[in-house]
């Protein structure tokens, strides 16, 4: 985050180069951001069609049942170059501590958690479902992204598709805290106090 992004000129044309994954350069006027990234109805009306599928098997009402995303990515963050570079994916491990943790902090809730995973047979090999955990079927990203978004809590891993999703849900949001390997050059230019929110939980 560079605070001298936000007194540049108004009327001149400039380009800033560089990722900018920051909340801090639209904090002050979230709310105005959020009604603005709206999904279009279409997108929306699958994402409610999915999430309704999967609340069909639950045993609770909705107005009983908190809702909490869950953002597995795996993909191109196993790539040698990118584990290189110090790119880690979330492990089995963090995401059973993860759901323990909303257990713990929602306990008069009935939770059922919603997984959106781009690689479907590990997680499906290593969390499985049951009657607390579903697994989204297949959708475009954008579908899956407004799945999340509809979410009332929200489990990151690592990358930018989870961090919308927890951002754009609100509620609780619970991060992989192993983001990136320590000293690795993507950890160099990586700053996790301008990266994740402040009432966001590591673990």
């Given amino acids: 985050f560079d605070p001298c992004l936000l007194q540049l000129p108004p009327r001149e044309n400039i380009i800033v180069g560089g990722y900018l994954q920051s909340y801090k350069y639209f904090d002050d ?11 279009q109805d279409n997108v929306s009306f699958q994402a409610s069609v999915l ?31 990118n584990t290189a570079r110090g790119y880690t994916t979330a492990s089995r491990s963090y995401l059973f501590k993860a759901f323990q943790w909303f ?5 008069d809730k009935a939770l059922l958690f919603v997984m959106v995973c781009e690689d479907a047979v590990w997680c499906e090999k290593y969390v499985g479902e049951s009657s607390s955990v579903k697994m989204a079927p297949p959708a475009s990203a954008k579908v899956h992204l407004a799945l999340l978004a509809s979410c009332d ?10 961090w919308w999703g927890a951002w754009l849900a609100g509620g609780k949001v619970v991060y992989y805290k192993n983001y990136p390997v320590k000293n ?14 402040p009432t966001w939980v590591g673990l």
């Fill in 29 to 39: 006027v979230h709310h105005r951001i959020k009604k603005q990234l709206v999904f």
């Fill in 51 to 81: 999430l309704n599928n999967l609340l069909d098997g639950h045993s609770h009402p909705r107005n009983a049942t908190a809702l909490v995303g869950v953002h597995v990515r795996r993909g191109d963050m196993l790539w040698r170059k």
């Fill in 103 to 107: 257990v713990d902090a929602l306990p």
């Fill in 153 to 162: 809590h929200m489990i990151m891993s690592t990358g930018t598709f989870g």
């Fill in 184 to 197: 690795s050059e993507i950890d160099k230019g990586f700053n996790k106090n301008d990266f994740f929110l």
